[in-house]
């Protein structure tokens, strides 16, 4: 098995820029994907395939990805952004998915 | 419009066995993946295990090889996942989610249940 290791949490004043990490050995080969959950909801899907957003996700959601580590970008916070967010992965495209632990995003 | 509807909260006995249903609708039942997410309370979210409804293929977390079977039901459009030997620490609400995969891309898991809540107390 293999692991995504992300920061706990994550601070930022609205309007400025959030960065959440997601490091692991696999993302050099494989896609990575994001996830924002908010208190009681389903996740929801904000990024696929390490940069891109669907259909629905607001501009300032942007992803990356460089060696062993991707990163959500959120540009121009707003207070909505607020929430938990979750990178995943997996070795191949039928080996078990994994989360990474989470990273809490908080707007100040 | 698509969705994917999750039975009802159970409440089990350490020991006993559980399974939930996940019913689709509004899209092609065989063309996603449909995975089981559960989150314990105050937890972040597990990956247990996965079909693929276009020939039953399955895969698990090592976590819960034997424990957790996931099947699925192409008549109904219907996955189910059952989880035996339930212990405290199962309690957690369990999700499914399809994922759209295509000449080996796989494009995240875009629709979610509403999420099912599983308590195991004695």
């Known amino acids: 098995s293999y692991e995504l290791t992300q920061p706990p949490s994550v601070s930022v004043s609205p309007g400025q820029t959030a960065r959440i990490t997601c490091s692991g050995d696999?993302?050099?080969?494989?896609?990575a994907y994001w996830y924002q959950q908010k208190p009681g909801q389903a996740p929801v899907l904000v990024i696929y395939?390490?940069?891109e957003r669907p259909s629905g996700i607001p501009e300032r959601f942007s992803g990356s990805s460089s060696g062993t580590i991707v990163t959500l970008t959120i540009s121009g916070v707003q207070a909505e952004d607020e929430a938990d967010y979750y990178c995943?992965?997996?070795?191949?495209?039928?080996?078990?998915?994994?989360f990474g632990g989470g990273t809490k995003l908080t707007v100040l | 419009q698509v969705q994917l509807v999750q039975s009802g909260a159970e409440v089990k006995k350490p020991g006993a066995s559980v399974k939930v249903s996940c019913k689709a609708s509004?899209?092609?039942?065989?063309?996603?993946?449909m995975y089981w997410v559960r989150q314990a309370p105050g937890q972040g979210l597990e990956w247990m295990g996965m079909?693929?409804?276009?020939?039953?293929?399955?895969s698990y977390a090592q976590k819960f090889q034997g424990r957790v079977t996931v099947t699925r039901d192409t008549s109904t459009s219907t996955v189910y996942m059952e989880v035996s030997s339930l212990r405290p620490e199962d309690t957690a609400v369990y999700y499914c989610?399809?994922?759209?995969?295509?000449?080996?891309?796989?494009?995240?898991?875009?629709?979610w249940g509403q999420g099912t809540t599983v308590t195991v107390s004695s």
């Open positions: 989610a399809r994922e759209y995969y295509y000449a080996g891309d796989r494009y995240g898991m875009d629709v």
């Open positions: 509004g899209y092609s039942f065989t063309s996603y993946y």
């Open positions: 079909i693929n409804p276009n020939g039953g293929y399955t």
């Open positions: 696999v993302l050099p080969n494989q896609y």
């Open positions: 395939k390490d940069t």
């Open positions: 995943q992965s997996a070795a191949s495209s039928t080996s078990p998915r994994v």
